[in-house]
T-cell receptor, first 118, second 112 residues
Framework: GAVVSQHPSWVICKSGTSVKIECRSL??????MFWYRQFPKQSLMLMAT?????????EQGVEKDKFLINHASLTLSTLTVTSAHPEDSSFYIC??????????????FGEGSWLTVV | QKEVEQDPGPLSVPEGAIVSLNCTYS??????FMWYRQYSRKGPELLMY????GNKEDGRFTAQVDKSSKYISLFIRDSQPSDSATYLC????????????FGSGTQLTVLP
């Protein structure tokens, strides 16, 4: 399957600081990437849809000024958690939609990034 | 009512058992159906992908979609301890965005 890489896998930051998480499609081009948040023992919650070269589309209830998403190239999207607070501590996962690969534009996930805000 | 319902489990089976995982959904417009496996503290891994109704088999895994009943299943034959994970069903609408709507996930433990 296609490979999606996330970095960092683990990050601990102080309350009030900003943290950037990168999502890269390593062996394919992804015009669309998705960012999810997952709390322990819960399913994935879509935060935003990111299209290359345009502004991200945020889901209802997700603060776009707090969760900044940039999708500057076909292989890279970044999520920046600004002024992080302990309640932002969570597992953040990106996914990328392939084009011209696999059965009908399949979506592959990164390994996820654990954010702990202290 | 959630768009996609999935029994969260936990489900424990002995090694070698046949496992049946299921999801129901309410939106009849869903066309693409997927099963993902997620190990603890890892991102979901795509297991099976099915378009519309029918069966699909891949090794020990079989995915079934019954659009008339709005019901999808994943069967795991000869289950192994390494199959212990959370299994998420997901589905999407036709169209360019192809956002996924997930079930809540079923936690499976295969006991050696």
């Amino acid at each position: 399957g296609a490979v999606v890489s996330q970095h960092p896998s683990w990050v601990i930051c102080k309350s009030g600081t900003s943290v950037k998480i990168e999502c890269r499609s390593l062996d394919f081009q992804a015009t669309t990437m998705f960012w999810y948040r997952q709390f322990p023992k819960q399913s994935l919650m879509l935060m935003a849809t990111s299209n290359e070269g345009s502004k991200a589309t945020y889901e209802q209830g997700v603060e776009k000024d707090k969760f900044l998403i940039n999708h500057a190239s076909l292989t890279l999207s970044t999520l920046t958690v600004t002024s992080a607070h302990p309640e932002d501590s969570s597992f953040y996962i990106c996914s990328a939609r392939t084009i011209n690969r696999g059965p009908g534009n399949t979506i592959y996930f990164g390994e996820g990034s654990w954010l702990t805000v202290v | 009512q959630k768009e996609v319902e999935q029994d969260p489990g936990p489900l424990s089976v002995p090694e070698g058992a046949i496992v049946s995982l299921n999801c129901t959904y309410s939106n009849s417009a869903f066309q693409y159906f997927m099963w993902y496996r997620q190990y603890s503290r890892k991102g979901p891994e795509l297991l099976m992908y099915t378009y519309s109704s029918g069966n699909k088999e891949d090794g020990r895994f079989t995915a079934q979609v019954d659009k008339s009943s709005k019901y999808i299943s994943l069967f795991i034959r000869d289950s192994q301890p390494s199959d212990s994970a959370t299994y998420l069903c997901a589905m999407s609408l036709p169209g360019s965005a192809r956002q996924l709507t997930f079930g809540s996930g079923t936690q499976l433990t295969v006991l050696p």
